[in-house]
């Protein structure tokens, strides 16, 4: 059985910083492609980041360009989410997920993952 664990949300106040962590289990992360997304209250869940581990490859969303960073601990099977100079735009719940894609291939459209986290709560405010 698949699962992933996301921890390390919180409140923090704006320009603070958060690691966020998915923990994977049930499946090879070998093959796979983690994805970060977020929603805000009313909105769509938007695509922020994903690592393809088929050939190492990170991408991300305009939106969070040069303040979040992914990585990614093969030993402990999880996939982190560093978020810096956070805004309170930044608020939402934080989800990771799980696919399988071919190398240089990636996609920050929900729709593509199969496998999902149950969220973290980050709130950025005074």
């Known amino acids: 059985q698949v699962q992933l664990v996301e921890s390390g949300g919180g409140l923090v106040q704006p320009g603070g910083s958060l690691r966020l962590s998915c923990a994977a289990s049930?499946?090879?992360?070998?093959?796979?492609?983690i994805g970060w997304f977020r929603q805000a209250p009313e909105k769509e869940r938007e695509g922020i980041s994903c690592?393809?581990?088929?050939?190492?490859?990170?991408y991300y969303a305009d939106s969070v360009k040069g303040r979040f960073t992914i990585s990614r601990d093969g030993a402990k099977s999880t996939v982190y989410l560093q978020l810096t100079s956070l805004a309170p735009e930044d608020t939402a719940v934080y989800y990771c997920a799980a696919t399988y894609f071919s190398r240089n291939y990636h996609s920050l459209a929900p729709s593509e993952y199969f496998f999902w986290g149950q969220g973290a709560q980050v709130t950025v405010s005074s």
């Open positions: 049930g499946l090879s992360l070998d093959n796979a492609a």
């Open positions: 690592i393809n581990i088929n050939d190492g490859a990170i």
